[in-house]
Nanobody, 116 residues
Framework: EVQLVESGGGLVQPGGSLRLSCAASGFTFSNYDMRWVRQAPGKGLDWVSAIKTDGGSTYYADSMQGRSNISRDNAKNTMFLQMNDLKPDDTAVYYC?????????WGQGTQVTVSS
């Protein structure tokens, strides 16, 4: 059974940091490009960051550029998103997504709330 399980979300004050994790199982993690996607309350899905299969290439949305770092550990089938200097606009459910060709897998999401 394919599973993507996010963790690490929570309530944080503006300017704070969080490290999200995405644990994968049931498929060959190292063969999949990975992404973080978020959905703010009442809004659509927004792409946040992406990383290629070997971790050699990473990409960030403008809103997260300079404030975040995506990484992966293929030996542990896990992806990470370190987010710093968080802002109230970063409040959203954060999902991890795996993609290889026509195959897409999604996690259930983890809530990030940035508020004082």
């Amino acid at each position: 059974e394919v599973q993507l399980v996010e963790s690490g979300g929570g309530l944080v004050q503006p300017g704070g940091s969080l490290r999200l994790s995405c644990a994968a199982s049931g498929f060959t993690f190292s063969n999949y490009d990975m992404r973080w996607v978020r959905q703010a309350p009442g809004k659509g899905l927004d792409w946040v960051s992406a990383i290629k299969t070997d971790g050699g290439s990473t990409y960030y949305a403008d809103s997260m550029q300079g404030r975040s770092n995506i990484s992966r550990d293929n030996a542990k089938n896990t992806m990470f998103l370190q987010m710093n200097d968080l802002k109230p606009d970063d409040t959203a459910v954060y999902y991890c997504k795996a993609n290889s060709g026509p195959y897409d897998y999604w996690g259930q999401g983890t809530q990030v709330t940035v508020s004082s």
